[in-house]
């Protein structure tokens, strides 16, 4: 443990045992803070000083890895009593999961597996609204719900809003100002952002959708809405990833 | 209910049981054509006061949503005696609908399924014209087909008639100016809708779709073509959006 | 003349002059209704039958033409007593226009000239709504506007109305509906559309504009957006192209 | 049909049944060429005069059509003595196809069907050389030869020949030299069509390939290379058009 | 002004003048919180209303307005004490908006002009730490500096700790954990964002630029870096928008 | 020389002063055909041998070099005896040449220069048809006809015959299929390449060209229209290449 | 088999049998180092000669081949004692190529298989350390180890190191300098390769992987990070191709 | 200055002064190889480390600043005796720099500045082969040709041997075979990349350039082409970066 091997050559030098240049030699070049942090699999290199350094431990992203992948490092987090969040876990995977550890709760329209950790979460301040414009945005707004609830996060839901109904979203204004963060998910236009970034004064996430006909082209077309809000303030996530857009937002009402 | 507060504030204003400054308070960033248009589902809010706003109910949009998402919105809007109409509905979900609902017309090569309204729709001037220029194109001709039988409109087609064999296109050009609005559907180079553009002075409504070899990139170039006609006054929708060229080509024969 | 020519050959047939299987040879393939319109230049081909097939005579594209050949073609034109329009005109060939023919409007802010031509245009039916979100779209507009002036059509202006303040556009929903088309021009998230498209029932025609931070991409990031409206119905003409979206507009208005 | 109608008018007028005006009147607009072209099936209007206008009769393109639509196509094309092409069709169509007409060759690597006309095809003058420069652009290459051979030409293969390896193809240099046209078929760089451009005075016709790792994006990158090839005189078909660049090659052989 | 309206209803009600239901309708579909924010110039609708619903007065975007306009439409604003910020403004137009108005500072790098209003505005909690990859980001920075001063926020510095000297951002690694939100600036690969994000548990804003070789097209690289960031939290706004990001910092810090 | 090396090799062989074994090493690896061509400036490497391998001498690409650059390679090929062709040639970098050569003949619109030959082009076969979609096509149509020119080609040309006004190259149609090949040069929609392709029957080489509004991404909308076009055996070279679509015709009429 | 030729031609003039003219008439125009390398199957052209040339023999690209094809390949390259590698083999092929030739080694997640050939191949000098940033990156990772290890160089592996967690590849710092060539694979935000760039002195030959969010666009996010590394001196190859860089570092190590 | 610091602490700790865990944290987290290299101006961090991490000094990419500041950047770096390297240096700054700093070299076609430093650099292994396809290609080739000089590197040039000519490169392979590295630098189809990767079994790092027609798009098709080069082993750079290319040739030879 790097740690204690600074604290060794520390107590060398106290004790005389080591001069002051060979100590300095010896503690050239190495990155202290990776002490506690590097747990070695074949496969991955598990960032177990994530939670010191950033409030949450590791999250699996279950994309390209096979179930064995997944319940190995999901059982090292979990050794240690960190809680366990594993997002687009195919369904074979998540029952795998399942099978091999206990209290984990799949989420299938979200596509994620969660396992409580010793400690609950720090609690955020205040409550992030997640706004939907479609049905079928639901489970990237799943995906979002799930991680703030990891992260001890509150979270109210306003759904099928978009504005080609514009007073849909405008009979919703009290539950938008109400919240710390604001997180917009829309495919097809996108435009629902820019809207709900000029009704609100808090921080507004905006997540684009793969949803929609031809031109949407996967979500290209509400990502470069997004970008181009011509409401100031409005930040983006990557296309589909309600899982960023609940970290971002969760980061916020951490400070 | 909005409607209902809002009279109950008038009410009051009324009686002088409230001051006019106090309730111009209570009435302030209020959309009050909300009132009577919101009916939350978990995971839809369905536009009722569509059809009062735009002449035609919501529409649902199949991609991205359960069958059992569906068949509760449908049966949300037939409740009300509107019309139902369905686009990009998977032959399952379509099984589903007329499992639990009577009187719905599913249309397998339109992938759309309707159910019409207590009322009529009513009749929209003229006839719009649905040109193809190849076989391929058919399903999403079918889509504005049914939409605007939906609508109230009344559709004529004239099928393959590329301009890789110009004359054929030629040959029906009394059909072309017969209609009041025409509708050019078309994939690989899309040239069709310049070709239609320049015969005809009535509007011309291009849907690029993405059938072709390699390089139309799921039907990029003919959306282009289309987007830089050199017939001035063609406009465009989305790659094989047929649904929203009928709704287009009906929003102006409702004039 | 082409019309002469096939009235030649009838002649010689009814004066037994030309046989009919010989009179059949020289009529196949032969475009009629080109009798008379070809009036070609060395560089250009002038299309003066447009203004009897679709109600305007052809318009000048004055981009990437020189001065000497857009005064060369507008005199031809002129000389017919058909009405001048010329589009995407440098300024110094607007100059060059109106020194060499009289009665030329010059308008710098929209980069086109017009000159009356001996009849006025059939008026249209109804007003176009001109919708901008920003100053920034104001010289697409003025295209527009001048393009409908042109074509005998009447048009209201709704400036500066973008969604980031979404009470702008709320707040003049009664120019808007009272128009018989409305086009909208926007930058940037070009979100301004989809609320308009669901705020009337009229058709509504939109125009992505380049303006815009980097990620607009010249106008490709409104262009998606509108191509993906969520409010159905709305037609898209390319990037900066209010000229197209007038004539698409008066397509309607002169039904 | 037309034709016979134009006589029909042209007896009249020599017989003095109709006057020269109304005659004319009665052509106008028409494009005569039409004459024996249409015959339209619900979903397809066959292009019958092709064969006499480029010599060889309209292919059926099997991308996007049932089989029911091929096999009608096809027995309507077989009536009438023209030989039958079908590219891109499916196996269970030319299953279908095979079991519905006689004569019907399927060339599964190439997915083409094809059943030869009453007539056999003008000759072409001199030979096709079908380069490739890898295995995986075999199929491509098959499916330019069996156009090739239903055109009337015949054709040599030069296989495996990529640019890495660059003796192989200059010790194929006489086959080259000797074709009267050449096609090349390559994916992943393209680079064997500048090469081949540059060592021979004749046509050479080049066809990007879908074959390749990641960033060849389904045949782009080849796409890109030869249209920017440095060997000028190079032209250029769609990505994995074999079908294409035998018809461009054949329409030189057939001069 | 609309207010006055609604007040003037409502006495009407409160005289009996006026019967509730007729009232009911007087206002339905009025967005009331509209009524003091209209101020129409030809050119622009101005949102005066903004400072009340987010804190701080409309911005004026420079680029694609005369320099005519800003000044006009900074003279409005700076006419009710509110302060003036243009961003993109060209040298031209802040040496005229200088002559025309008075305490206006001009930053050349940053290409802003600021008047302060008559109130100081709300100080934010915390600073905000603007990092920069690389010495040619530094207009973004200032752009972000300039609007941050303006909306009551401090900011400290961090300059040129690209990613490929990774000890320059490490040895700054206190600066970074000590601000409430950060601001990376990055062109080129834009990697800067991932390791910052990595770093600290606070929200990470990244702003893309558009400095770089050929393949940077002009930012296209660090967005998609920056968008796909393997840090969980990161978020984006438009390539070169040092403006947004500090809106959306501002955002954060007024929570 | 090359050539005289093998030959002395040979001649050491035949005179028994070198055996056989080493004169092999020496061969070996060796391109023979390459030894009279290579004449080596230092920024340049001169193809001489290419008139003899395809039957015209290297061409010059004006953009990227330096007037001196293009004077001394231009010099070197005339030396030979060989004629020049500079296609791209900058205005001054031409005015340096004709000041350095003589019987430069320059070309401002097609912005060439060209300088005959001791011998005449062997003349091609028929002629060339060159067709354009519009006026601001014509400087692509010059560099094709001038390099058609140099090459012992024969043009004609169809100017400004779009299918916005279908009427106009129908009316061409003779001079159309009189021609061995047809290059057709378009812009915008592109769409003029399908319908030629679908009217003759001989070779057809598309030139999309870089004219129109925004979405023609400089020319990469005809580009695609040209790829996919429905009309099989159409070829295309790159956007604005009116050269190589001249020397790929040149290849065909020398055949 | 050519070099005999050439070797029966030098002998022919030796003796006297054959004019030195005539000779040279035989040799010119001959690549005469094709002379060992040409084995032409119906489908493939082995390039047996690229052992000699570049130091390993002609490696199978599997995709786009049918099982035969590979196996037949395979099995001429095995007969002459090279080493047989196959790459992207599909798992049934893989099957078919173990059952056709013993000593086959199938690595299921490289999708490779592998057959020694007769000589042990030359080692490389130093090793080769490859480097993912996560777990989904392990496929490309491992068709690079067994490309290099059919290549004769000795890999070492550092797993899981993405700069999310910058400690977790300081941390193994002294294995990245240790190597003589190092190779970043990394999806998502390729930005692991900037900072391993920055890190150490030898070459770096970065892999962008196609895992990822949507805007990822299967590799095209990383891959451009990594053209634009700020830390000069990586090199890139294709997406997804670990082969690729094998070879890339391979070249290195045999220098 | 860090290193010093880590002594006192370490000094501290030796004399009693400090205990072991308050020195532990004083350490924790401290990157302690940026003791020496942090030289912060205020718009650049200058990396003096990198001369001893990577064996060259840092270089200033002189796009994107002014004058003014590579001027300060550079004075700071020869202050120390290191050398000076600016790229994509304006030639006015260029002019300035010589004016503030003796011994500056200045290369126009390169646009790079170079100042020798007190030492010589350490001389690379072996040449490295710059290869050029076009003349146009020139100015990269220049500016890696003076990267190498600056870096200890001996290099041959291979000028204007593109791939249409294909015995021009074939005639030079002796200099391609003779060089440790090659880099090829190639635009428009980029092939030469392919080629010359097949011919020699060294290192190729291949480098696209932005020269050439329309569909090259500033280099994407090189790009493209090199990046799916089908010659194993080719590593590509940034578009039209001949000083990364020249760095990554350096690095092997400095191994």
Redesign the interface.
């Known amino acids: 443990m790097r740690?204690e091997r600074?604290?060794d050559v520390?107590?060398q030098?106290?004790d005389?045992a080591l001069g002051?240049?060979q100590?300095?030699d010896a503690?050239?070049?190495?990155?202290?803070?990776?002490t506690q942090?590097?747990d070695?699999?074949?496969?991955?290199?598990?960032?177990h000083?994530?939670a010191v350094?950033?409030?949450f431990p590791?999250?699996i992203?279950g994309?390209?890895?096979s179930a064995e992948?997944i319940c190995e490092?999901a059982s090292r987090i979990a050794e240690r009593g960190d809680s366990v969040l594993v997002t687009r876990i195919a369904p074979d995977a998540a029952d795998r999961l399942q099978a091999s550890l206990d209290n984990v709760e799949v989420n299938r329209v979200a596509r994620t597996a969660y396992r409580p950790g010793a400690d609950r979460p720090v609690p955020g301040k205040?409550s992030v609204a997640i706004v939907t414009?479609?049905?079928?945005d639901?489970p990237v707004a799943e995906e979002a719900a799930v991680t703030l609830a990891a992260l001890g996060d509150c979270a109210t839901r306003v759904?099928?809003?978009?504005?080609?109904?514009?007073?849909?979203v405008?009979?919703r204004?009290a539950e938008l100002t109400a919240a710390?963060v604001v997180i917009v998910i829309a495919?097809?236009?996108?435009?629902l952002?820019?809207?709900v970034?000029?009704?609100?004064?808090?921080?507004?996430?905006a997540v684009?959708t793969?949803?929609?006909?031809?031109?949407?082209?996967?979500?290209?077309?509400?990502?470069?809405?997004?970008?181009?809000?011509?409401?100031?303030?409005?930040?983006?996530?990557?296309?589909?990833?309600g899982?960023?857009?609940a970290?971002?937002a969760?980061?916020?009402t951490?400070?």
Chains 1, 2, 3, 4, 5, 6, 7, 8 share one sequence.
């Open positions: 740690r600074v604290r520390l107590h030098v106290a005389g002051v240049s100590a300095l503690l050239a070049f190495e990155p202290l803070d990776a942090s590097a070695a699999l074949a496969f991955a290199t598990i960032d000083h994530r350094r950033q409030g590791e999250v992203y994309a390209g890895k992948q490092i205040g414009a479609g049905t079928s639901i759904t099928d809003v978009g504005v080609a109904g514009i007073h849909r405008l009979a204004r710390s495919g097809m236009d996108g435009a952002a820019s809207v970034g000029g009704l609100v004064a808090t921080p507004v996430i684009p793969s949803v929609g006909y031809g031109a949407s082209f996967q979500g290209i077309a509400p990502l470069l809405t997004m970008l181009n809000s011509c409401a100031a303030g409005v930040t983006v996530v990557n296309i589909d990833n899982f960023g857009a970290v971002a969760s980061r916020i951490h400070l």
